[in-house]
């Protein structure tokens, strides 16, 4: 494999119902960033049906190149149309990295397309950076320079693994939701974008008999701006409406830590931390939670961290900004009072 064949960054710009996923425009963000260390460029590869106009809104957050491939076997996610399709575009276009959202479609569609194409991937990354491999002299190894260092928990988050592909390309990554920064919105800013047939395809390993969507009934806390999150510490199911008029005092959302969900009190939809949700709002109130390495790895990037524990030795506080011991119960109503009274 020639190594110097392959240039620039290719982020999948994923899509639903003709509205692209925020993912796509934090692979964007980072896109950009690893562009620039790279000295090139990032196209955004878009696949759908009746897609076109979304390539403004790529071009707009960051894309130099989009390219669209749309066709009526592209209208839903389907895992075999959507790889032969991705795998054409990098077969084509040869980028030397390739970045897919940690989505429930980007972690099927990521392997199989590693698969097909014969090279690498790093699932489920939560750090992307360029810099030289291995990363310590080891003796007898050839040090590679401008790699991707792609970086995940790993063993149950007890240790960061930081992986690189230094032999093959492209390199592939598949990055969690909510952990990378878009590079924000310029309206205008134009790309250039290319049409592109992937070809025929003809295998029909599967057939969409009916879509079920999902009524979810809670905000998606990933969307908060303010979330007052729940521990163990609350006691049981009955006490988070106090922490939920603490938030609609502050209009943000109730989330929770996973023993929260293990017991049954809270559904996993609002689970904060490693397996569950990746949180950066502005401000983060954690209520009854110890700080468990593996919550904090999911709200570590919030704004502003408040922890409110009755233990003062409790982990939670090496992270919070502001901390405050003692009783939620006695602390939390009477925050709400207060930022209730100020309003009123
Ligand atoms: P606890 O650790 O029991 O902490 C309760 C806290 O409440 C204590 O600090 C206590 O001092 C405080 N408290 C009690 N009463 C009061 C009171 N009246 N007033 C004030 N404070 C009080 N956890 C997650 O949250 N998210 C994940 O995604 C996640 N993924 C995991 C993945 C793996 C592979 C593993 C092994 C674990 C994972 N965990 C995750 C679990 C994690 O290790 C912790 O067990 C969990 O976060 C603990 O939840 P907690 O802080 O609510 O409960």
New binding site residues.
């Given amino acids: 494999m020639n190594l110097e064949e392959y240039k620039g960054i290719c982020v999948f710009a994923q899509q639903t119902d003709h509205r692209l996923n925020s993912i796509a425009f934090e692979l964007l963000g980072k896109g950009k960033e690893l562009a620039k260390d790279l000295k090139t460029d990032v196209t955004a590869v878009l696949i759908g049906y009746e897609i076109m106009g979304l390539a403004d809104e790529l071009a707009a957050y960051g894309a130099d190149r989009v390219i669209v491939v749309d066709g009526p076997e592209f209208k839903e996610y389907r895992a075999e149309p959507y790889t032969h399709a991705l795998a054409s575009a990098i077969g084509k276009y040869k980028p030397e990295i390739v970045l897919i959202g940690a989505t429930a479609v980007g972690r099927e569609l990521g392997p199989k397309v590693s698969a097909r194409i014969a090279t690498g991937l790093t699932a489920d990354c939560t750090k992307l950076e360029i810099g030289d491999f291995p990363l310590h002299t080891v003796p007898d190894k050839e040090q590679k320079h401008n790699q991707l260092l792609m970086t995940r928990p790993a063993f149950?988050?007890n240790t960061i693994a930081t992986i690189a592909c230094p032999n093959h390309r492209p390199q592939m990554a598949t990055v969690r939701p909510g952990v990378m920064r878009t590079a924000g919105k310029l309206q205008g800013r134009k790309a250039l974008i290319e049409e592109f047939n992937p070809g025929y395809y003809s295998r029909k390993d599967t057939e969409i008999l009916e879509i079920v969507k999902a009524v979810n009934e809670t905000a998606d806390i990933m969307d908060a701006k303010i979330l007052v999150s729940g521990?163990?510490?609350i006691?049981g199911p009955e006490n988070f409406h106090l922490l939920k008029e603490l938030a609609d005092a502050l209009g943000g959302e109730v989330s929770c830590?996973?023993?929260?969900v293990d017991a049954g009190w809270k559904p996993k939809d609002l689970?904060?931390?490693?397996?569950?949700k990746t949180v950066r709002p502005n401000v983060y109130f954690a209520?009854?939670?110890?700080?468990?390495?593996?919550?904090v790895a999911?709200m570590e990037e919030s704004d502003l961290i408040i922890a409110?524990?009755?233990?003062e030795s409790?982990p939670?506080f090496e992270v919070a900004d502001y901390g405050i011991t003692?009783?939620?119960?006695k602390i939390v109503p009477e925050l709400t009072r207060q930022l209730q009274a100020v309003r009123d």
Avoid: M
């Avoid at 830590?257 to 929260?260: D, E, F, M, T, Y």
């Avoid at 689970?271 to 569950?276: H, K």
């Avoid at 003692?326 to 119960?329: A, N, S, T």
């Fill in positions: 149950g988050g521990g163990r510490g006691g830590s996973r023993a929260v689970q904060v931390g490693q397996t569950g209520v009854g939670i110890s700080g468990a390495i593996q919550h999911g409110i524990n009755k233990d409790a939670i003692g009783d939620w119960k």
